[in-house]
Structures are given as structure tokens and as C-alpha cells.
């Protein structure tokens, strides 16, 4: 498995932006986001091809929210402009550790611990 850590949570307005950082060791291949809000289920939020730049995004986030990654840092980004206060949750890295696993997936063998986003209206 692939060992992930997010980074850039945190608060902000309605209106604002934020960028989640998800470092991995060793590489990760396929990657993705997905966030839960308190009292809802597991959402999938958006993924990434190994290469490239193919990406997937659940509609609510479409033209907001933008996944992105480094492959010589090892990182994959999740840019959001625009948030709203139905966005807060906690945001999960995932990623997948088979070689094969390159193609945008909602399905990974490796999670993050999370990160808290809030917005407030």
C-alpha cells in the first residue's frame, strides 16, 4: 500500500479557496479525493490518471474544483475555488499502489487520514 498524508485544510469563507496537498510514499499511482460530511456518506470528489492528466469529478464540484499532481514530488493536489458551506467535510487522499491502476478510478487500496474543510456562509 501506498502511505498518504493530506495537508491544507482548514476554514474559510463561502466564496473562498483552498489547496489540499496529499504527499505519497512510495508513488501512487491512480489517485483520488473524496470527502465526508457529518451525517452523509463517503463522496467521491474527484481522480486523477498516473500520466496523463486524465481526470473524473462528481458534478457538484465541476468548474470549482480542480485535481491536479506532481510526480516528482510524489503529490497530488485538489485546488477549490469557489466553496460553499455544503462543501465542508473532512477531504481523503486516495491512491492505488498496483502499477496497473493508472486510469481515473473511483476504487483505491490506499487512504489518508483526512483533512477538515469548513466553510462558513
Known amino acids: 500500500q501506498v502511505q498518504l498524508v493530506e495537508s491544507g485544510g482548514g476554514t474559510v469563507q463561502a466564496g473562498g479557496s483552498l489547496k489540499l496537498s496529499c504527499a505519497a510514499s512510495?508513488?501512487?499511482?491512480?489517485a483520488g479525493w473524496f470527502r465526508q460530511a457529518p451525517g452523509k456518506e463517503h463522496e467521491f470528489v474527484a481522480a486523477?490518471?498516473?500520466?496523463?492528466?486524465?481526470?473524473d469529478y462528481v458534478d457538484s464540484v465541476k468548474g470549482r474544483f480542480t485535481i491536479s499532481r506532481d510526480n516528482a514530488k510524489n503529490t497530488v493536489y485538489l485546488q477549490m475555488y469557489n466553496l460553499k458551506p455544503e462543501d465542508t467535510a473532512v477531504y481523503s487522499c486516495?491512491?492505488?499502489?498496483?502499477?496497473?491502476?493508472?486510469?481515473?478510478?473511483?476504487?483505491?487500496?490506499?487512504w489518508g487520514q483526512g483533512t477538515q474543510v469548513t466553510v462558513s456562509s
Open positions: 486516495a491512491a492505488d499502489s498496483r502499477p496497473w491502476r493508472c486510469a481515473p478510478s473511483r476504487s483505491f487500496d490506499s
Open positions: 512510495p508513488r501512487a499511482f491512480g
Open positions: 486523477i490518471s498516473c500520466n496523463d492528466g486524465y481526470t
